[in-house]
Structure formats: C-alpha cells, structure tokens
C-alpha cells in the first residue's frame, strides 16, 4: 500500500509522537504507512501526491485567522507551504484529511471566513451529521449523532464557497465539510482518546485552551465522557483510499 502522509506542525515532542501515534491506531495503520513531516521544523520538501494514498493535517498550536504580523516566522513559512500544497490538493481533488488547524488552513485557503466566533473549551461535544454527512461515504460510518473532542480558539464561521456542511454542533456550527468527493476537514479531533486529550491539555496549559477555574471540571467531564464513534472516520479515510503501489 502507498502511505498516507501526515503533516504536523506540533513543536513538543510529546504531542507531536502522541498525534502520530493517534492517527496511526484510528486509522489501523501500521507506521510504514504513515509517513509524517514535522514543518515546525523543517521546510515542506517538493512533495509527489502520486507516492502517497491520501493527506492527514494534524492539528496546531497556530490560529489562521491571528493577524499576520503577529505571527511567527515559521506559522508563516507553514502557511505557505500549507497553501502551495492545497493548490495542487484541490486541482485533483486528491484525498486529505484535515483535523482542527486543518480545517481553519482548508478554509482560509478557499476564502471561507475563519474567526473566534465559535471557539470552543477543551472535552468532549455533542456533534451532529447533516443529512448530507449521513449520505457521505465517510461520514455515513458513524451515527447521526455522536460526543467527539474538541479545544480551539478559531473556527470556520462561514463556509467557502461550494463545501459541504457534513456536521455540526450546538457551541459550533460547522463541525466537518467535504470539498469536492475526497477533500475532508473537521473541526474537532476524530484521533483523540481520553488519554491523549488529556495528555494535549496538560502540555498546552498555558495555551489559553482551558482556564485554572475549570479545570478540574473539564478534566472530569473528559474522564467520563465516552468518545468512540470519532476513529471511524480516520478508518473509513483510510479503507476508502488507500491504494497499492
């Protein structure tokens, strides 16, 4: 099977190893199928979409919608790299997966409209398939509604233009869309499990993503929060599109 390729953009070594490891056990995936670049930390290499199966974008500490004069110099070089692969992503509607910073770059990039409106607090959410979600060849593996994790400050406020709504949520309306047949993003994190939410809030606990007055509420509702039907996703991901050398 060619791999799948998984872009990350995590500076911690601890969150970026949990992320891989995350996607590699939601997607059945063994690790010489998964092969990731960390563009925190280097330059995204001239890259051949005919060598790989489909595109994973993990999620990020960066926000696209900050101003970009106070973005870092290595946001920008991400975003730009980000953006020159998207072009050719979206030219051949070749299969990606954008979880969280996925989404806000997908929707950026299609001039969509990406701000704090719907920001969301760190644990698990309510989300629901729209009747367009529950008929995706995707999305239609999980039920019409299910708890998924979540923890952002920006979120797609509006839609670009020809995505499709697949799901939503009370906090945030646009949970996932599809662009086109094979291009998916959504907003909370099909990858994570209890273990690993916790894991992420723990490293970014200066991040703003939960404040010190909820937080042992947050962390108990994680505890008792059953997430499960999210990983079938990244599985259905990769059953649909994964192809052979």
Known sequence: MKPFLLLATRAEDE?????????????????????????????LPPINLDDYSGVIVGGSPFNTSDPDETKSDVQRRVES????????????????????????????HLHGVVDGTWSEVAGPIPITLTPEGAEDPIFGLV???????????EAC???????????SGA????????????????????ELNQD???????????????????????????????VTEPAKLVRGFVDRFATRD
């Open 15 to 43: 969150a970026a190893d949990d992320e891989y490891f995350s996607f590699l056990e939601a997607g059945g995936l063994n690790p010489d199928e998964l092969h990731r670049i960390r563009l925190e930390a280097e330059a």
């Open 81 to 108: 790299d980000f953006g020159r692969l998207l072009d050719e992503v979206l030219a051949r509607d070749f299969p990606l997966f954008g979880a969280c910073y996925g989404i806000g770059l997908l929707t950026s």
């Open 143 to 153: 039920p019409a509604a299910f708890d998924g994790f979540v923890g952002h400050k």
């Open 157 to 167: 406020t509006e839609l670009p233009a020809g995505a499709v709504l697949l799901a």
């Open 171 to 190: 906090s945030c309306p646009v949970q996932a869309f599809r662009v086109g047949s094979n291009v998916y993003a959504t907003q909370f994190h099909p």
């Open 196 to 226: 690993s939410i916790l894991a992420r809030l723990r490293i970014y606990s200066d991040n703003g993503y939960v404040s010190a007055e909820t937080w042992d509420d947050v962390v108990a509702s994680i505890g008792s929060s059953t």
